[in-house]
């Protein structure tokens, strides 16, 4: 079962410092050094909107929600739909196409490539049955992947570039293709610090 770290209780301060510091572990956080790291980074740009998006959409503000989304989209042709929880520590470094999903569950220190399509539901999932994915905390989504419908992807989880997801994912698995499948296990590492976490589960014979 797959950790997800909630922003709830997160201030738009807190989850924008929470994702510079994935570009910049262990340098002190301020607006200045965000704005900065913007200069040469869009990916931070793109992630302030939607921050900014994502409180004003919690805080009952949802045209002004829907109205950073457009900004997200003109400035980088990325859509993020207002109505998900995305938790801190978050990166995209290339945002250019991502696309997320109104109902989408994000956890802690996430890195999501680009032209990422996460939050496909199905068009016949009937109405209060969910349909969106969730990303366990520490996983990471490579480019032009595609997590279709009510999946899980585990913590620490890699989904690798141009796959389709449309079963979950198993914690610390590697998985590749269309439709992806586990091709190897990684370890789980701490953003910035290379401390690894729990090692992969051992390996049992069939």
Same mark, same amino acid.
């Given at each position: 079962?797959?950790?997800?770290?909630?922003? !709830?209780?997160?201030?738009?301060?807190?989850?924008?410092?929470?994702?510079?510091?994935?570009?910049?572990?262990?340098?002190?956080?301020?607006?200045?050094?965000?704005?900065?790291?913007?200069?040469?980074? /869009?990916? +931070?740009? #793109? @992630?302030?909107?939607?921050?900014?998006?994502?409180?004003? *959409?919690?805080?009952?503000?949802?045209?002004?929600?829907?109205?950073?989304?457009?900004?997200? +989209?003109? +400035?980088?042709?990325?859509?993020?739909? /207002?109505? +998900?929880?995305?938790?801190?520590?978050?990166?995209?470094?290339?945002?250019?196409?991502?696309?997320? %999903?109104?109902?989408?569950?994000? &956890?802690?220190?996430?890195?999501?490539?680009?032209?990422?399509? #996460? %939050?496909? @539901?199905?068009?016949?999932?009937?109405?209060? !049955?969910? &349909?969106?994915?969730?990303? &366990?905390?520490?996983?990471?989504?490579? #480019?032009?992947?595609?997590?279709? &419908?009510?999946?899980?992807?585990?913590? *620490?989880? @890699?989904?690798?570039?141009?796959?389709?997801?449309?079963?979950?994912? /198993?914690?610390?698995?590697?998985?590749?293709?269309?439709?992806?499948?586990?091709?190897?296990?990684?370890? %789980?590492?701490?953003?910035?610090?290379? !401390?690894?976490?729990? !090692?992969?589960?051992?390996? @049992?014979?069939?």
């Amino acid at each position: 079962m797959a950790t997800v770290t909630s922003s !709830e209780g997160l201030s738009f301060r807190d989850l924008v410092f929470s994702d510079y510091d994935r570009y910049a572990p262990g340098a002190k956080a301020s607006w200045l050094a965000v704005a900065k790291t913007g200069l040469s980074h /869009p990916g +931070m740009v #793109a @992630q302030v909107i939607l921050r900014a998006q994502q409180c004003a *959409y919690r805080s009952g503000r949802v045209r002004l929600a829907f109205l950073l989304r457009s900004l997200g +989209m003109y +400035m980088f042709s990325a859509d993020f739909v /207002p109505g +998900m929880d995305i938790g801190p520590g978050l990166i995209i470094p290339h945002p250019n196409g991502v696309v997320i %999903g109104n109902g989408l569950r994000v &956890g802690a220190n996430v890195s999501i490539g680009d032209s990422v399509t #996460a %939050g496909v @539901q199905q068009p016949d999932t009937p109405p209060g !049955e969910g &349909g969106f994915p969730t990303i &366990g905390d520490g996983a990471i989504v490579l #480019a032009h992947a595609v997590l279709a &419908g009510p999946v899980t992807i585990g913590n *620490y989880a @890699q989904v690798g570039a141009n796959s389709v997801v449309l079963s979950d994912v /198993p914690d610390f698995a590697v998985v590749f293709g269309v439709p992806a499948r586990k091709v190897a296990e990684r370890k %789980g590492i701490i953003p910035g610090s290379y !401390e690894l976490l729990d !090692e992969p589960p051992a390996k @049992q014979k069939d």
